[in-house]
């Protein structure tokens, strides 16, 4: 199985290289005008994600490979969930099978990420969040390195009413 990391992520670049070189580069300074599915900027994002993704199973890489920080793509994709729509999230888990629970060094799994970025402050789509707290697999009972669980940190992030987080 090849190996693959991150190898940079920022808000504007994300580098995604494999043993054998680049296999993606992909810009996200306009990821926040997507909006709907028949968004053409959306439908580029997701024609991108795709791609990269087949490339992987065709190269047999694992989506879960751990890059620097113990980070998969899916931690990648939660740090920047403002950005991105629900249909990526669903194409990393569903088609491609990215661990819901996955824990990077700090032991965190994808979602403890995801709430750190949508708040009252931050914005955020909260369904996006929803989506990714009621995967079948997720266990949100996880406690990060300073002893948080996801419920933990959605009342941190004001999220505690959020009835369709909890449903």
């Not at 926040?32 to 087949?54: K, R």
């Not at 060094?105 to 931050?122: E, F, G, S, T, Y």
């Not at 009342?155 to 369709?164: A, D, E, K, R, Y």
Request: hydrophobic share 40%.
């Amino acid at each position: 199985m090849a190996s693959v990391h991150i190898v940079e992520w920022n808000h504007n670049t994300g580098l995604i290289c494999s043993s054998t070189g680049d296999v993606g580069e992909f810009t996200s300074s306009n990821m926040t005008s997507l909006t709907s599915p028949g968004d053409e900027m959306f439908e580029m994002l997701q024609n991108l994600v795709n791609a990269i993704l087949n490339l992987f199973n065709q190269m047999n890489v694992d989506v879960n490979t751990k890059g620097k920080g113990r980070d998969t793509i899916l931690h990648y994709a939660c740090d920047n969930i403002n950005k991105l729509p629900i249909e990526i999230f669903n194409l990393l888990i569903e088609t491609h099978g990215c661990d819901v629970n996955a824990l990077d060094n700090d032991k965190r799994i994808p979602i403890h990420r995801a709430l750190d970025q949508v708040n009252p402050r931050n914005g955020g789509d909260i369904n996006v969040l929803a989506y990714l707290i009621n995967q079948k697999n997720i266990d949100v009972n996880i406690k990060d390195r300073k002893g948080f669980n996801s419920l933990h940190l959605a009342c941190i992030g004001n999220l505690q009413n959020q009835s369709v987080l909890w449903n």
